[in-house]
RNA sequence: GGAGAGGUGGCUGAGUGGCUGAAAGCGACGGUUUGCUAAACCGUUGUAGGGGAUCAAACCCCUACCUCGGGUUCGAAUCCCGACCUCUCCGCCA
């Protein structure tokens, strides 16, 4: 959510940002709606003051003079319901098109429509695959698909999950189950061992207000699970989350918190859950886009200040670099371009890993900086030491990994010419020692 | 699932219709005292919105908030109804 305050200033600022995030929200109704309802509020704040110094004057009164204050009292009760009126009516409506309000985008931000917008500002390979040239040419032989390799090796067993669970569904099989976690466990240990993140275990069934907080919702209701629960009797609906960052970013809700506690650095493994809805026929194949994934995901929770928030971006961003290296992964980062930004990214870097069944890089994590957008949703403060004023934190989040996604490229990448799979050698310790799968 | 009890400020806890934004204690902050620490003493100490003053802040005024929503009343932390939440006991299950 964006500061009123600051669209009422400069309102250009917002339409401006919102156009070019390609998002619709009427703006001047907003600020028409929110100037009546303002004015309204002033009006019952100066009747209560009416109500409140006759109330104590009855108090003080008694016979003729008492009954005619309470005659008096009486219209300016009757004004004061008409006004409540019109305040029950407008704020709703205000309150609900403020949370459409993007947050405009970084000045530096490249504009642009989609995806394809995309700006690449570097990328990495390792010492043994160039992805500038073709798969047999780095490894001497034609490659397979990940689905392939895991079919040949029995390993990846996606009947079975679609019997049980439908489309997007899988099974994972003995060492690419046991590769599965392996990739977590290494990305989990390295945030919490090297890079000294908290490691917190979150709920990832949550409550409505935590998902109109991160700024999930409303819009991207139809891509979570419900759990109906007012249905039988309960009182609230739960959500499955799709990622950890809901949990995470719930932790401190409607909390003030000590400015010296912050940065807060939170990291978790959580599994996600994804309706993929509107994606039909996209990405059908394999194990891309799926509806239950497992990811570790890290959060900043940083003071009200642009210079903060930017180098934790730039810090998370080179945390999720730090594992892909390890895994020796090519990859590129991208800066997204403004058509491709979410209502509440000021900026967002996304990291695409090289995939060759798919022959492109492809993404694999999120860098996404908020400034205020989502605390002010959530309510989420800080105490400042020096001045003892409450401000918004900054929140910023991205991927460390997410698997199976990230299997693909591990697969893919370390087959060898028979179909046996190479264990990265940092996931061996993970993997009983295990050089080579299959 | 059955039966009870209860939700007041950072915390404990008083308050059954106007003088209560709320006693008292604790904690925190500032100060005095002190060789240092401790103790003692004095003072300050919720949040949000609006208005005024100001270059800006400090500051001043008003309004709202005693879980939430409705109701009674001229007036509600206090009375009534509903919701939500917490706790205890029993049962059931992991």
């Not at 061992?193 to 907080?213: A, E, H, I, Y």
């Not at 492809?362 to 002010?376: D, L, N, P």
Request: glycine share 8%.
């Amino acid at each position: 959510m964006i500061d009123i305050k600051l669209l009422r200033q400069d309102p250009q600022r917002f339409i401006d940002g919102a156009a070019a995030k390609r998002i619709e929200v009427d703006i001047p109704a907003l600020l028409a709606d929110e100037a009546r309802l303002l004015e309204a509020q002033r009006e019952l704040q100066e009747l209560r003051t009416i109500q409140n110094s006759a109330g104590k004057k009855i108090a003080k009164l008694s016979g003729q003079e008492k009954a005619a204050a309470i005659a008096e009292m009486k219209q300016a009760k009757d004004r004061a319901k008409a006004v409540e009126d019109i305040i029950a009516q407008l704020e709703p409506k205000v309150a609900g098109l403020l949370l459409q309000v993007p947050l405009p985008p970084d000045p530096a931000v490249p504009r642009g429509q989609t995806s394809d917008d995309n700006v690449e500002v570097r990328r990495w390979n390792p010492p043994w695959f160039d992805t500038a040239r073709p798969f047999a040419a780095n490894k001497g032989f034609q490659p397979r698909t990940h689905i392939e390799l895991g079919e040949m090796l029995g390993l990846l067993d996606i009947p079975r999950g679609v019997r049980m669970s439908g489309s997007r569904s899988y099974v994972l099989w003995g060492r690419l189950a046991q590769l599965h976690q392996a990739v977590l466990r290494l990305a989990f240990d390295f945030m919490v061992n090297q890079q000294g993140f908290t490691p917190v275990s979150v709920p990832v069934l949550v409550r409505d207000n935590v998902l109109v907080g991160t700024g999930f919702f409303p819009f991207g209701r139809e891509q979570v699970y419900q759990i109906k629960e007012t249905d039988r009797g309960g009182s609230q609906d739960l959500y499955v989350t799709g990622t950890g960052e809901a949990g995470l970013m719930g932790l401190h809700q409607d909390e003030i918190l000590d400015g010296d506690s912050l940065p807060r650095r939170y990291v978790t493994v959580s599994t996600c859950f994804r309706r993929e809805a509107g994606a039909a026929g996209k990405d059908t194949a394999g194990i891309y886009r799926i509806h239950q994934f497992d990811k570790v995901e890290q959060v900043v929770v940083c003071k009200n200040s642009v210079e903060e928030s930017n180098k934790y971006h730039e810090e998370i961003l080179a945390n999720a670099e730090a594992v892909l290296k390890a895994f020796e992964l090519p990859y590129r980062i991208v800066v997204v371009c403004t058509g491709d930004l979410g209502r509440g990214q000021a900026k967002k870097y996304d990291i695409e890993t090289w995939m060759p069944s798919r022959k492109n890089y492809c993404e694999t994590h999120s860098a996404s900086k908020f400034y205020e957008f989502q605390a002010r949703r959530m309510n989420l403060r800080y105490k400042e030491t020096a001045t003892k004023k409450n401000l918004f934190c900054h929140t910023l989040n991205n991927t460390v990994i997410a698997s199976p996604r990230v299997l693909i490229p591990i697969m893919e990448l370390y087959q060898n010419a028979d179909g046996t799979i190479t264990v990265p050698k940092v996931l061996r310790p993970y993997m009983g020692g295990k050089e080579r799968i299959g």
